[in-house]
């Protein structure tokens, strides 16, 4: 069976752009967790995060990246070049189960993004209501009830750090994101995938 590509990295990274290229470029499907977690539960992952709790949401993350595996060895001709491309969810890094479940389907490739360019997108898409409250966060950002951008910004750094050591022991492949276009970006991960055969 030929095996998935499976995108991680911190949010913002371009998991999602460079899957959707990168799919396009191999001529098969592309999955996002994200995306099957909420068909499957019907709730979008910080809504389960939320409301639910960190137990909740890994276990849903876990449950998407088996439907997937199932999915993968199902359907996949052995041909291809690769069975899929899945986007994975920023804190995958932290659900071992699930990191296992796809360390079988496939090669774990680690989009390394300059930490102000994921950064910039957190805070770009934060809402800030006039009494101060800071909301459209990350679950892991909003739990630390930050009071203002500059301290969105303290919070991810710490999390930037710890994640980007998690990704980099995790992967195979790790390849960096460069303020490039995304074209430009996914030409790189090729480069870096071809010098691995």
């Not at 068909?39 to 409301?51: K, M, V």
């Not at 909740?56 to 690769?82: M, S």
């Not at 992967?171 to 790189?188: F, G, H, K, L, S």
Request: hydrophobic share 45%.
């Amino acid at each position: 069976m030929s095996k998935a590509l499976i995108l991680m990295g911190i949010k913002h990274c371009g998991k999602t752009t460079q899957g959707r290229l990168l799919s396009k470029h191999f001529a098969c499907p592309f999955f996002d967790t994200d995306d099957i977690i909420q068909a499957q539960t019907g709730l979008s992952p910080r809504s389960i995060y939320a409301e639910q709790g960190e137990s909740a949401f890994v276990a849903a993350e876990l449950a998407a990246c088996e439907h997937l595996a199932r999915l993968i060895a199902e359907r996949t001709p052995a041909a291809k070049p690769h069975a899929a491309v899945i986007a994975t969810g920023g804190g995958i890094c932290k659900n071992s189960a699930a990191v296992a479940v796809l360390r079988e389907i496939g090669t774990l490739v680690f989009l390394d993004a300059p930490e102000s360019t994921a950064a910039d997108r957190i805070v770009r898409e934060a809402a800030v209501a006039a009494d101060g409250t800071i909301s459209n966060l990350p679950a892991y950002i909003a739990k630390e009830r930050p009071q203002t951008l500059d301290d969105v910004r303290a919070i991810f750094h710490r999390f930037y750090e710890e994640r980007t050591k998690s990704y980099a022991d995790l992967c195979a492949v790790r390849v960096p994101m460069t303020p490039a276009t995304p074209e430009e970006n996914m030409q790189a991960v090729l480069r870096v995938l071809a010098a691995r055969r």
